[in-house]
């Protein structure tokens, strides 16, 4: 999972924009702010992004956790071919997961 907190990746060409996610730490640690980047990472990949662009991090002083949101994409190289193939991955992907969705019910 590429992580960018700009809007663009260098010589990556974003092909759809998913959504915008978040997430909150599960831990009270000093690893709050990689427990929230991790749960993002989840999120992101749950959406079929293979990349987070605008990716801040939040901590909250009081509780110690933290807050990480970002813009999930699906981006390429920019050539037909591999922006082709990244469409593709993440058309069959999201058809598993609709599949499975359907027969675990």
């Not at 702010?33 to 605008?54: D, P, T, V, W, Y």
């Not at 050539?79 to 990244?86: I, L, P, Q, T």
């Amino acid at each position: 999972m590429i992580i960018s907190t700009t809007n663009t990746i260098e010589g990556m060409k974003i092909i759809k924009t998913l959504g915008v996610v978040d997430a909150k730490s599960t831990i009270f640690t000093s690893n709050a702010a990689n427990s929230a980047r991790n749960n993002l990472e989840a999120e992101a990949e749950q959406k079929g992004g293979n990349a987070i662009i605008g990716y801040r991090v939040e901590m909250e002083p009081i509780t110690g956790r933290a807050h990480a949101y970002g813009t999930v994409v699906v981006t390429g190289r920019g050539d037909s071919k591999s922006d082709n193939a990244v469409i593709i991955a993440d058309a069959c992907a999201t058809a598993l997961k609709a599949h499975i969705a359907k027969t675990t019910r």
